[in-house]
């Protein structure tokens, strides 16, 4: 028997397939959230194989559909001899097949080619055709593959039996907005072409059928069409016609889910008989009635559209036990399916059962949201992140001390004095080391704080742990131990304030463009806004290259300076790869396109100096993006270090407890298809700022560009 752990994984398994694909839950008022919190205790208390079954079938039944079901593993039919006399003529005009006479002894492509054309001979010559789908001992499903066979001798007909089934063209936001235009919608599927009539043969044909028959298409769509008349001994099953799939769970369990309804409604026979022993009878009698009075056709019913539900957070700040389990398996599912980068995401399994005891154990909001997060960084994706839908309003104010910190050589190093009075009476200068942390070592204090941060890179995500090590309440109070560039060591006591993270965060009161002279233009696109895009290019016209500072994140810029400086000509920037999450594994099947370049406007020139480009790993997401316009566009060189290595529109899920999480919504490369998530655009001259340039005040990022534009390497 499965363990625990392994049972709720099943449970989550097959709650989100349902979730995500069956089509009830796309228009039908079921609280699934409640089915699967009824279900959790029960799943964990299973110690039998049975007893397991019996509470995942529980879950299912609240769906209230028989097609979704618990299944056993399909017994071997019996091989049965073909009857003797299975294409007979009972009445003149009438054609009668008996499909067990082609089924008996299991699927043979030749055999079943070869009967299929016998038939198509025979039917040219009938007016009604009599097809009993009953199998016999053989399995059920060959009677619909041996229709197939003959399906061309029957009455022609435009309109086939349409399913229709849910698909997600990514994870449609439910907080905020997104650019990925994200969203989910009914598809119709199983439509086959009209063929032409045949000059002769059947106007009408009487299907037999009984409990264990499945209905071919065909014989539905000649029902809807007037064409058919099903006869049967008892009521006709969905099962046999809607798309379904079969999930293998733990315990040796096998569950087949619904992917998709009909158009046109369960089936119904036309005529239900009392016994099988009067199924013959009355089928050929209605034959006989139908070479002269066809049926009337089926009107098509109309089928409730798709209502796009946001999941409910339930705002409790600790929710109960079980609804803490739901936001663990929402977190799973979601990625599980919609992740563009699922195949990076290494033993997703593994860390769903690893946290799993420490969401369930959480007593406060703060252990909650740290398990959570604790979870969703497994998936190493840059934009993920767990937070409040709203800010608390009870929660103190953020303040960070006087400084500004970042890791160089691999040290948490201050390189940012935000208030100079404060830092020099605590002794504290520009490159000092921060060896401890109230009391703690570092090295300790920082793993601690990765377990919670995400990062696509292992760089990014240190650079993000270091640079949030020194938060706290406003008015609290930080000690360090540091260590200058003497190597003493000194013990300061600093005041966190939350008007240092917002002098630390405001935008440097330099020109957000300028020339450096030597004919080198310099402008920093973290600052600069798109109505400066075009006076810029004007100001830097005559400059022979311009170095375009990206170490932090743009303002949608590059839309307006890609057309500016594509020498290259280049049609396209990036290859984007939308998740088409149908029924199936999330992100296995995508929709590729290229985004553009745009067009040149009228009136403006084009820049044909050098692009330089600063890089470091505060450059994520539409930075990224920007590099990639500028490499395609001007051939641009990168100099710096690795970008963050997180790109694709964000879209954001819900989470008990009032909490949501944002994630990557799909996946982009460069337009040669190369891989950008994880790895980040590299550098062509690779440098990283050391501590002894910090202390002497130096950019030596951009005196290396500067270098290269002056050398040519």
């Not at 029902?223 to 046999?240: F, K, M, N, Y």
């Not at 946290?355 to 949201?369: C, H, S, V």
């Not at 601690?448 to 650079?463: E, F, M, P």
């Not at 944002?662 to 655009?681: A, C, N, S, Y």
Request: aromatic residues 6%; contains cysteine; charged residues 20%.
């Amino acid at each position: 028997m499965p363990d625990r752990s392994e049972r709720v994984l099943g449970l989550a398994r097959l709650w989100a397939k349902a979730k995500f694909f069956h089509p009830y839950l796309a228009y039908k008022p079921i609280d699934w959230d409640a089915a699967l919190v009824a279900a959790i205790p029960k799943v964990e208390a299973a110690t039998t194989p049975a007893a397991y079954r019996a509470a995942l079938a529980e879950l299912l039944g609240k769906l209230g559909d028989p097609v979704t079901r618990m299944i056993d593993p399909p017994a071997a039919p019996a091989a049965t001899a073909p009857p003797k006399d299975w294409l007979t003529w009972p009445a003149p005009g009438v054609l009668e097949v008996q499909v067990a006479g082609i089924t008996a002894g299991g699927y043979d492509y030749v055999a079943f080619g070869a009967k299929g054309k016998q038939i198509a001979g025979e039917a040219a010559k009938a007016k009604v055709m009599i097809v009993d789908l009953r199998t016999g001992a053989a399995e059920p499903s060959l009677g619909e593959q041996a229709v197939e066979q003959f399906v061309v001798a029957l009455p022609a007909i435009e309109q086939w039996p349409l399913q229709r089934t849910v698909e997600h063209r990514g994870y449609r936001t439910q907080h905020g907005l997104t650019t990925g235009g994200y969203f989910s919608t009914f598809v119709t599927v199983g439509a086959l072409p009209a063929k032409a009539a045949p000059k002769t043969g059947p106007h009408h044909v009487v299907f037999v059928a009984d409990a264990r028959s499945v209905l071919p298409p065909a014989a539905l769509a000649l029902q809807a069409a007037g064409r058919a008349t099903i006869v049967s001994a008892a009521a006709l099953s969905e099962e046999s016609i809607a798309l379904t799939e079969e999930l293998e769970l733990p315990a040796g369990l096998t569950a087949q889910l619904r992917l998709g309804e009909l158009l046109w409604g369960p089936p119904a026979a036309d005529v239900r008989v009392g016994s099988a022993a009067e199924l013959h009878a009355r089928a050929l009698a209605i034959a006989k009635a139908a070479a002269s009075k066809p049926a009337k056709p089926r009107k098509m019913l109309p089928l409730p559209p798709l209502v796009a539900r946001d999941d409910l957070d339930y705002p409790d700040p600790v929710p109960s036990r079980e609804r803490r389990i739901l936001a663990a398996i929402r977190i799973w599912a979601t990625l599980e399916y919609f992740s563009p980068y699922r195949y990076l995401i290494e033993d997703w399994d593994g860390a769903f059962r690893t946290l799993l005891p420490r969401i369930e154990a959480a007593t406060t909001r703060d252990d909650y949201l740290t398990a959570l997060r604790q979870l969703a960084v497994r998936a190493n994706d840059g934009h993920i992140g767990v937070f409040p839908a709203s800010p608390d309003p009870a929660a103190k104010p953020r303040g960070v001390p006087p400084i500004g910190v970042r890791l160089v050589e691999n040290q948490l190093a201050v390189v940012k004095l935000v208030d100079r009075a404060e830092t020099e009476r605590a002794g504290i200068g520009l490159g000092d080391v921060i060896e401890n942390l109230d009391g703690q070592p570092v090295a300790d204090y920082l793993a601690q704080k990765r377990l919670v941060i995400s990062g696509s890179t292992k760089d990014a995500r240190d650079q993000r742990v270091a640079s949030n090590a020194l938060g706290g309440d406003d008015g609290s109070r930080i000690e360090l131990v540091v260590r200058d560039a003497a190597g003493k060591r000194r013990t300061a006591v600093l005041t966190r304030k939350a008007a240092h993270l917002a002098a630390l965060l405001a935008p440097p009161a330099t020109p957000h463009y300028k020339p450096l002279g030597n004919g080198i233009g310099y402008v920093d696109l973290t600052q600069l806004v798109v109505p400066e895009v075009a006076p810029m290019f004007e100001a830097l016209k005559d400059t022979k290259a311009i170095i375009f500072d990206l170490r932090g994140y743009p303002n949608g810029t590059i839309w307006s300076i890609a057309p500016r400086v594509n020498t290259n000509r280049a049609p396209y920037a990036a290859q984007f790869l939308e998740p088409l999450v149908a029924g199936g594994g999330g992100g296995d099947q995508r929709i590729r396109f290229f985004q553009p370049v745009p067009a040149l406007p009228a009136g403006a020139a084009l820049y044909r100096g050098k692009i330089v480009v600063l890089i470091d790993d505060r450059a994520i997401s539409q930075a990224e993006h920007t590099c990639l316009f500028l490499q395609e566009a001007a051939g641009a060189t990168f100099v710096g270090s690795p970008t963050a290595g997180a790109n694709g529109d964000v879209t954001v899920l819900r989470l008990p407890g009032g909490l949501r999480m944002g994630f990557t919504g799909q996946e982009v490369r460069h337009v040669d298809g190369k891989q950008l998530q994880q790895v980040g655009i590299q550098p062509h001259l690779a440098i990283r700022p050391t501590l002894a340039g910090i202390r002497a005040g130096k950019d030596e990022v951009l005196d290396r560009a500067l270098a290269y534009l002056a050398t040519g390497k």
